[in-house]
């Protein structure tokens, strides 16, 4: 079993900076991708940004040219960096990763999430 953990949520005036962390744990053979999600009460959770194996990374609209997402392959970990934070980004980041372990069966985990408030 994998598991993810987050942390570096809190809250920030807007314009402000976070970066926000993911370690793993568990029998990992190859994770293909990571990422990051975000949910708001009464909404479904939405795609913040992702980074391939390879390096690709991908971003939600709102949120490109203000967030990097980086990977440390080594230790499996993920990194999201906020900049310029407002207000419509106040939610629950996830962090969300996929792959094989070390009997090749694939995984797919999620975090339990961290909060980020955007507020002055």
């Known amino acids: 079993q994998v598991q993810l953990v987050e942390s570096g949520g809190g809250l920030v005036q807007p314009g402000g900076s976070l970066r926000l962390s993911c370690t793993t744990s568990?029998?990992?053979?190859?994770?293909?991708?990571m990422g990051w999600y975000r949910q708001v009460p009464g909404k479904q959770r939405e795609l913040v940004a992702t980074?391939?194996?390879?390096?690709?990374?991908n971003y939600a609209d709102s949120v490109k040219g203000r967030f990097t997402i980086s990977r440390d392959s080594a230790k499996n970990t993920v990194y999201l960096q906020m900049n310029i934070l407002k207000p419509e980004d106040t939610a629950v980041y996830y962090c969300?990763?996929?792959?094989?372990?070390?009997?090749?069966?694939?995984?797919?985990?999620w975090g339990q999430g961290t909060q980020v408030t955007v507020s002055p």
């Open positions: 568990g029998s990992i053979l190859s994770i293909n991708l």
């Open positions: 969300y990763a996929t792959g094989l372990v070390t009997n090749m069966r694939p995984f797919n985990s």
């Open positions: 980074v391939r194996g390879g390096g690709n990374t």
